[in-house]
C-alpha cells in the first residue's frame, strides 16, 4: 500500500528563519512526487514535480529535492507570505493516482 | 475561464437529502478525481475517472456516486447525505498524455449536513 508521510505536522517560524519540511513515501516505483501549496479556503497550488532521486527544483525561497525514500522542501529565509499548508503526493508507477500526505502546516511570523 | 471549476462553493443540506457538487474543467485533462478534505486525515480520493465513461472508485467511495458523460464534468452525488460526510471536497484533474502529469485543483466546495 502506498504511503505518504509529512512531518513536522505544523512547524512555526521566524521571518528570515531558513527550515526543511519533510516527506517520507513508499510506493511501488515512483511515477512522480509533487509539492502543494495550499492557503486557508483555496485548492492546492501545484509547485513542483520531482522524478528521480537526487533531482532537484527551486522557485523564490523554496527547493525541492527527492531521494529514494524521501523528498525534502527546504524554505530559504521565509516571509509571512510563504505561511500555508504544503501538501506531498506521490504517484506510484504504472498509475496516475496521487496519494497524498497530511500536509505540514507553516507559519512565519514577521 | 479557463481551468477547473466547482460549484456551488458553499452548500448546506440536511441529512438524507441528495446532494450534487459539479465540477467542469476547459484542458481537455484525461483523469478527473473527487477528494474530501478532513481535519487529520488530509486529502482522501472518493472516486476518480480515467476517461469520459470511465470510472472507479478511491479509499472512501462508499455513500457517493460519479458519472462522465463528457469529458469536461464530474460530477460528485450523495445520494442520501449523513453529517460525517460534511466536509471540504476538491475535484482535480490532470493529463497523462502530457510530460508532466501533476493535478490541478478546483477552489473547493465546503459541504456542511445537518
Known amino acids: 500500500e502506498d504511503q505518504v508521510t509529512q512531518s513536522p505536522e505544523a512547524l512555526r517560524l521566524q521571518e528570515g528563519e531558513s527550515s526543511s519540511l519533510n516527506c517520507s513515501y513508499t510506493?511501488?516505483?515512483?511515477?512522480?512526487l509533487f509539492w502543494y501549496r495550499q492557503d486557508p479556503g483555496k485548492g492546492p497550488e501545484f509547485l513542483f514535480t520531482?522524478?528521480?532521486a537526487g533531482e532537484e527544483k527551486e522557485k523564490e525561497r523554496l527547493k525541492a529535492t527527492l531521494t529514494k525514500k524521501e523528498s525534502f522542501l527546504h524554505i530559504t529565509a521565509p516571509k509571512p507570505e510563504d505561511s500555508a499548508t504544503y501538501l506531498c503526493?506521490?504517484?506510484?508507477?504504472?498509475?496516475?493516482?496521487?496519494?497524498f500526505g497530511r500536509g505540514t502546516s507553516l507559519i512565519v511570523h514577521p | 475561464d479557463a481551468g477547473i471549476t466547482q460549484s456551488p462553493r458553499y452548500k448546506i443540506t440536511e441529512t438524507g437529502r441528495q446532494v450534487t457538487l459539479m465540477c467542469h474543467q476547459t484542458?481537455?485533462?484525461?483523469?478527473m478525481f473527487w477528494y474530501r478534505q478532513d481535519l487529520g486525515h488530509g486529502l482522501r480520493l472518493i472516486y476518480y475517472?480515467?476517461?469520459?465513461?470511465?470510472?472507479d472508485k478511491g479509499e472512501v467511495p462508499d455513500g457517493y456516486v460519479v458519472s462522465r458523460s463528457k469529458t469536461e464534468n464530474f460530477p460528485l452525488t450523495l445520494e442520501s447525505a449523513t453529517r460525517s460526510q460534511t466536509s471540504v471536497y476538491f475535484c482535480?484533474?490532470?493529463?497523462?498524455?502530457?510530460?508532466?502529469?501533476?493535478?490541478?485543483f478546483g477552489q473547493g466546495t465546503r459541504l456542511t449536513v445537518v
Open positions: 503526493a506521490v504517484q506510484p508507477g504504472g498509475s496516475y493516482i496521487p496519494t
Open positions: 510506493v511501488s516505483g515512483l511515477r512522480g
Open positions: 482535480a484533474s490532470s493529463d497523462p498524455g502530457q510530460v508532466h502529469t501533476e493535478a490541478f
Open positions: 475517472s480515467a476517461a469520459a465513461d470511465i470510472t
Open positions: 520531482l522524478y528521480s
Open positions: 484542458w481537455s485533462h484525461s483523469y
